[in-house]
């Protein structure tokens, strides 16, 4: 397993601006991926970031809105731009470490947007 | 489209009671986790099954994957409060998949004393 740390925990931020969420793992990773996840409902993935090149978006998500940044095999950071009411969600990093696709999780962040 | 779908999507019941969560697609998946979440947590891994028709139990959990590699299911035995939170099955395709993880609709147990 692996131990991985988000920052922040949670934040409340107003419409217009953007928050930049840290991920960072105890271990050298090849892949991480970003989720989004409303309370209590499935997660939903936004990219794939794999250190070394460009994140890989899933349908409905785009680099101008969601920027990822992976400088190194331990950490990532998600950021969510302009952001809207909308966005307000919980946002978790995962780490991928065996052969079977096995993930594990950061303990998110909760955004609420005003 | 969400291609794996749980049921029921909630469930309340009393300490010691037993239960099992479904988790069908109609499409194959070379292994298949669940996960357990709880409130202000990211989801935990619980166990992997990898074989059709492959049983694995942890405790008072049994998990099943079915014989063609579709569907699974989590049964938890005389469950206990500590069982709340959201129980999420996630499948890994075959080929194509990127190491990617296909989620479950979701689960939420509540269990009451």
């Known amino acids: 397993s692996a131990v991985i740390s988000q920052k922040p925990s949670r934040d409340i931020c107003q419409r217009g601006t953007s928050l930049t969420i840290q991920c960072q793992v105890d271990?050298?990773?090849?892949?991480m991926f970003w989720y989004r996840q409303q309370p209590g409902q499935s997660l939903t993935l936004i990219a794939t970031a794999n250190q070394g090149s460009e994140a890989t978006y899933e349908s409905g998500f785009v680099i101008d809105k969601f920027p990822i940044s992976r400088p190194n095999l331990t950490f990532s950071t998600l950021t969510v731009s302009n952001m809207s009411p909308e966005d307000s969600s919980i946002y978790l990093c995962?780490?991928?470490?065996?052969?079977?696709?096995?993930?594990?999780f950061g303990p998110g962040t909760r955004l609420t947007v005003l | 489209t969400q291609l794996l779908e749980q049921s029921p999507q909630f469930l309340s019941i009393q300490e010691g009671e037993n239960l099992t969560v479904y988790c069908n697609s109609s499409s194959v998946f070379s292994s298949l986790q669940w996960y357990r979440q709880e409130p202000g947590e990211g989801p935990v891994l619980l166990v992997t099954v990898v074989t059709g028709g492959e049983v694995k139990k942890l405790k008072r959990l049994t998990f099943q994957f079915g014989d063609a590699r579709k569907d699974s299911s989590l049964h938890i035995t005389a469950a206990q409060p500590g069982d709340t939170g959201l129980y999420l099955c996630?499948?890994?395709?075959?080929?194509?998949?990127?190491?990617?993880?296909?989620f479950g609709t979701g689960t939420q147990l509540k269990v009451e004393l």
């Open positions: 996630a499948g890994a395709k075959v080929t194509g998949g990127g190491n990617k993880l296909t």
């Open positions: 995962s780490v991928a470490l065996t052969t079977r696709n096995e993930q594990f």
């Open positions: 271990s050298q990773v090849t892949m």
